[in-house]
Structure formats: C-alpha cells, structure tokens
C-alpha cells in the first residue's frame, strides 16, 4: 500500500499525482492538468492535455477560447479511467454546472480531491456524492463556527419582498458569473419570481450555456439603456458581476439597493465595507456544519484541508481523532464567493 504523499501531493503548482504524472486543478501550465470546475482559480488555460467533466471543458472553452489546451479529455462521471498506474474518476461537487470531485486510486489506496463543494440543493448542478476513501481533500472557505448559511429559498425570498417595497428603485444584485448568477436567476423563479431579470454583458455567454444543457432561466434581457430610459429599470432586478457595480455603470439605474449574494455576507463588516444595503448570505461552499458533517460521513483515515481556514477545521479533526493536516495551497481565491 503506497504512502499518501506517494499518491498526492502538494507542489508550487498544485497538488500532483507522482505515479500518474498530472495535476489537479494547478495554478500554472502542466502538461497534463485534471480540473474539478471551472471557476479561473481551478480551471487556468495553456496546460497541454486537460481532464475535466464535458460541462467544465465546455465552460474552458467559452471563458478562455478553443485553444485553451492543446488536447482535451471528458470524464464521465463515476467511470474509472487508467492514467499512468493509476485509477482516476469524476464524481458530482454541487458546486457549479459540470464541478466534480477527482478520487485517485492505486493499490487499494484511495485519495479524493473535492474541489469546490457543497451539500444544499441547487436546481442548476448535480448535487454532491459522497464517495469513500483513505484520505479526503477538503476546501476550508467557511470553515469557522460562525458560518452558517441561511436556508437559501429563504434569502431569495428577502430579495423578492424588497422589491415589492421598494417599487422605484432597481435591485443591482452582484453574483459571480460562472455559478451563483445562475442559481440567483433559477432560484428566483422557484420562488415565482417570473418578470424579466435583467443581466450584465458579462453573464450572458454563461447564461445562454446553462440554458443550452437545460436549465431555464426565464425571460432575460441585457441591462442597457440604448432604447430605454433609467425609470424602465424601476422595481427591476438586476444582476451582474460584484465588480461592475462599482464602476459607473451601476449608476445608470435609478436609486439602486446594492445587493450581494455571498456566503461572505454573513460577516456584516464586509457588507459595509462593499457598501451593500441588502447583503444576502447565498454561498456555493459549504457552511461549518455541512464541512464537519461531510467528513463525518466520510470518515476518512485522513483529512487534508486546503484554501480557506485551515486550522479551524484541522483542529476539530484532531478532536475527532481523524488525523488531519493544512496543505496551504496558494493560488486559489474566496473573492468567487
């Protein structure tokens, strides 16, 4: 039974399969690259051959262009696939469309990489599976007591009773791109939320794709003011990426409620610093109960606990007596929150 470094390991560019010769998810060009999602802080163009679900190369391809890779592969979920001397398989994340974990198997010996993860219910991806193993590599993002995430249909519900209180005013809602502008928008109208929603250039690539692979989105139209005037945004909601709302954009609509759907809304000091007037706790991670209660289910020989806070979840291992360690990976970001 080989030793779990001798599996996977962390490296300057991410963690690496010696006795397959690949990466998952590296944060530089590798010539062979697995890749969980395809948020930019996992999912980096210029690798020579990349391995990911066909969802997250299809997302590669529209975020980066056909030749980001010179040669791709598409993993079929739960089906193992030998590279080197090892065994390799995708198995559904919950995070965004087409996220998976990458499980890594030789001589009886199982490591699972889960990428960017979580439990909840989200009507625009696979939901997680838990799948067996000798080591389980966690993400840590909210990984503190004082994470936990608020029932989600709840949250869209406040957005949907502010706009019911504030006519006038249009509902600038910042949500990463890739993933939560798209679960904002489904999620919106499973609460019956069915008039037009208004959307930022910057998502439409990505919207149009989610609704190519089946996921309605309803009525959208782009958030501009060419044939209409600032009062035809009134009670709107709008959204875009929390970057375009500080810029001089945001100020083409009329008395706007700044929202922000983050699991970083939990954390009144960083919505006042943003400015937000709405802050709606909205997150594509776990929260600490669904991390802790992940590897409980799990119950892993080992925990290895990456990008985020480490030392939290490490600790409560230990008390579990799961033996557990912090890889201090760098090059991934929580700003996609």
Known sequence: MPRFEDLLRPTP????????????????????????????DHARAGSSHVMATRETLDIMAIRYGEDFAATRQAAVLGEAVRIGDVTVSFHPAGHVLGSAQ???????????????????????????????????????????PVFRHPDTAGEVRRLIRSTEQFPERAHLVGAYALGKAQRVIRCLRDEGYDRPIFIHGALKKLCDYYEREGID????????????????FAGAIVVGPPSAFADKWARRFPDPVSCFASGWMRVRGRARQRGVELPLILSDHCDWDELTETIDELRPQEAWVTHGREEALVRWCELRQIRARPLHLVGYEDEAE
Do not use: N
């Open 13 to 40: 560019k991410g963690l690496y399969c010696p006795p397959g010769d690949f990466y998952i998810d590296p944060v530089r060009p590798v010539e062979r690259a697995l890749v969980t999602h395809g948020h930019a």
């Open 217 to 232: 989105l309803g009525e959208l139209r782009p958030a501009t003011l060419e044939r209409g005037q600032k009062a035809d």
């Open 102 to 144: 990458v499980a890594v198997e030789l001589g009886g010996t199982r490591i699972v990489a889960s990428g960017d993860y979580k439990r909840r219910a989200d009507p625009t991806c696979r939901p997680f599976e838990p799948v067996s193993c000798d080591v389980f590599i966690t993400e840590a993002t909210f990984a503190l």
